[in-house]
C-alpha cells in the first residue's frame, strides 16, 4: 500500500552532480517530514539531509554546500540535486518519510522514519 521508490542514481565522475528523486505511492506525504540516508558497504546508515512539511531544510555537515533537498508535494516526489561529488559519497542512498511528531525532534536518527525505499546506488569514481 505504501511505496517509496527511489530513482536516478548511477556512475559520475568526481566534481559532477546528480539528481535522485523518490516517489510515494499509496499515500501523500506533503505533512511529513522526508528525508535522505546513505549507507556503504561496512558502515551504519548515516543521515545526508531531510525537508519538513514547511519546507525547512536540513544537512549533514559532509554534505553541507554541496548537495539541496526539495520536495514536490503535487507530484508526491522529493530530490537531492547533488553537486560536487567526492568518491566518499558513494553509497546506496534511501529516502524515508516520518510521520510522528517526535520525527521532527529527531529528523537525524533512521528511528524517526515509518517507511523507506530500497535504495538507489550513487557511485563516484575519481
Known amino acids: 500500500q505504501v511505496q517509496l521508490v527511489e530513482s536516478g542514481g548511477g556512475l559520475v565522475q568526481a566534481g559532477g552532480s546528480l539528481r535522485v528523486s523518490c516517489v510515494a505511492s499509496?499515500?501523500?506525504?506533503?505533512?511529513?517530514?522526508m528525508a535522505w540516508f546513505r549507507q556503504s558497504p561496512g558502515k551504519e546508515r548515516e543521515f545526508v539531509s531531510a525537508?519538513?512539511?514547511?519546507?525547512?531544510?536540513y544537512y549533514a555537515n559532509s554534505v553541507k554546500g554541496r548537495f539541496t533537498i526539495s520536495r514536490d508535494n503535487a507530484k508526491n516526489t522529493v530530490y537531492l540535486e547533488m553537486n560536487s561529488l567526492k568518491p566518499e559519497d558513494t553509497a546506496v542512498y534511501y529516502c524515508?518519510?516520518?510521520?510522528?511528531?517526535?520525527?521532527?525532534?529527531?529528523?537525524?536518527?533512521?528511528?524517526?522514519?515509518?517507511?523507506w525505499g530500497q535504495g538507489t546506488q550513487v557511485t563516484v569514481s575519481s
Open positions: 525537508i519538513k512539511s514547511d519546507g525547512r531544510t
Open positions: 524515508a518519510e516520518g510521520r510522528r511528531s517526535d520525527s521532527n525532534a529527531y529528523y537525524t536518527q533512521s528511528p524517526s522514519y515509518d517507511y
Open positions: 499509496g499515500h501523500t506525504f506533503s505533512r511529513y517530514i
